[in-house]
């Protein structure tokens, strides 16, 4: 046995074994060895962390992320990517195929992992193409992809218009259990359009995007779902009618899911206002009764779990006209602090709710070894300080995205410490590769 780290005097939060409570934490080989009100350990070969005042909690999980890598490094790179996930608390992430070339064969799977093991940081799980090419019109070798180690299929950035061909890739894939993750807009309806078809894009002479564009495109999924039995999980919700279809189809016993993003919790059209391209995202920030709905779908288990859909840009994609500036926000960097500060600290939600629905059941949901601290487990831990106060600051981002509606806005709460299957990643903002 290699050497052990004892942490001592933190509350920990771990909603998958119903803790909020005063526990000490053993770590060896990179698991949890013991867990107790209190451990009393006197060997030369332990090494005491006190903890007192903090909180450790599972390492957040997050499913939807863009690393841009291969093809587009000078947006984001994998080691980036995962450094500031690890940064900020988050210990495992999944990233999306729309790389250049796609990820819709087996080597492209194995070059991501091997950029993973070369960053040594968090665990990187791969979602491979639903299409090849993502082009929407021929299915990609999900057996091989699979074999490769992907954990779910998504053309994500493309909706699969092809209404025959959906069905066919969930009937192919209901033996394989995997998710088929739907970026649900019908790209007829959203056509050219750039933002929410509201006052904002009115006033301002901006080509919109109807909410039904988005509500279509799930009502299709959520039946053709219905009809195989396959597994559907729905992107980055937006709107109040998506909530309303994924409640429908979970009490008719489809097998769906769904996951919302921090600036679609957070914010609403009216950061369009001056045409600010850091607003500018698909599917586009919504009115504030869509977003009081999404707040509702969370809390009342519509909406399973929340993703950034981290998607870093170059500055000059996003310092041009509104309509020719690219859609994302980057969000690695902050999500953690940006959702204690929003919605842990004023009580919207509770701070188990919150490492719930970011670690817990997206580890469950993706069938990934993360999402709890229960003796046996991998210790990939975050520690939180939830008095510690900042300011978003992007040109302090450990990602190469610096494009986010959030810069400036104040924080309170963050993580202090990172662990990686027992090995110390982060301390106090410094990363370690």
């Not at 040594?120 to 491979?128: D, P």
């Not at 109807?210 to 396959?230: C, F, I, N, S, Y």
């Not at 870093?312 to 940006?338: I, M, N, R, T």
């Not at 629905?357 to 939180?384: E, F, R």
Request: aromatic share 6%; proline share 4%; charged share 25%.
């Amino acid at each position: 046995m290699g050497k052990r780290i004892l942490l001592k005097g933190a509350i920990l939060v771990d909603p998958s074994q119903e803790i909020n409570d005063y526990r000490d934490l053993l770590i060896a080989d990179g698991k949890i060895i013991d867990i107790a009100p209190s451990l009393e350990i006197y060997e030369d070969d332990v090494e005491v962390i006190d903890l007192e005042e903090k909180v450790i909690i599972p390492g957040m999980v997050d499913l939807h992320v863009h690393l841009r890598e291969p093809g587009e490094r000078a947006r984001e790179t994998i080691e980036d990517g995962l450094t500031a996930a690890i940064a900020w608390g988050i210990t495992s992430v999944c990233c999306m195929p729309n790389t250049l070339p796609a990820v819709d064969n087996y080597m492209m799977v194995e070059y991501i992992k091997g950029k993973a093991h070369q960053a040594n940081l968090g665990h990187l799980y791969t979602v491979g193409a639903l299409t090849k090419g993502r082009a929407g019109q021929e299915m990609t070798d999900y057996a091989s992809l699979i074999d490769a180690g992907a954990v779910a299929f998504s053309d994500d950035g493309n909706y699969v218009d092809n209404g025959l061909l959906m069905w066919n890739i969930f009937k192919y894939l209901v033996p394989f259990r995997k998710l088929v993750v739907s970026h649900c807009e019908d790209s007829s309806l959203v056509g050219k359009g750039v933002a929410h078809d509201g006052y904002y894009a009115s006033v301002m002479g901006l080509k919109e995007i109807p909410r039904v564009a988005e509500t279509v495109a799930v009502a299709r999924d959520t039946l053709l779902a219905q009809a195989t039995g396959g597994n559907l999980h729905i992107a980055h919700v937006s709107c109040a009618g998506t909530v309303e279809w994924i409640r429908w189809a979970k009490e008719n016993g489809i097998k769906i899911t769904a996951e919302v993003t921090p600036h679609h919790l957070l914010l609403t059209e009216e950061c369009l206002e001056g045409f600010n391209t850091m607003a500018k995202m698909r599917p586009p920030l919504r009115s504030e009764s869509d977003r009081q709905a999404l707040l509702e779908g969370i809390r009342t288990g519509v909406i399973d779990i929340i993703a950034t859909d981290h998607a870093p840009h170059k500055w000059e994609d996003k310092d041009c006209l509104f309509e020719e500036a690219a859609f994302g926000v980057s969000s690695l960097d902050y999500a953690v602090s940006l959702l204690l500060t929003e919605l842990v600290h004023p009580g919207i939600i509770s701070l188990d709710e919150l490492v719930n629905i970011y670690s817990c059941k997206p580890a469950a949901l993706m069938g990934l070894p993360a999402g709890t601290l229960c003796k046996g487990a991998v210790a990939d831990i975050a520690v939180l300080d939830l008095h510690a106060v900042d300011t978003i600051d992007s040109n302090k981002f450990y990602s190469r995205g610096r494009n986010t509606p959030f810069d400036g806005r104040h924080i309170k709460g963050k993580p202090v410490m990172t662990f990686v299957e027992g090995e110390l990643k982060m301390k106090d903002g410094k990363v370690f590769k």
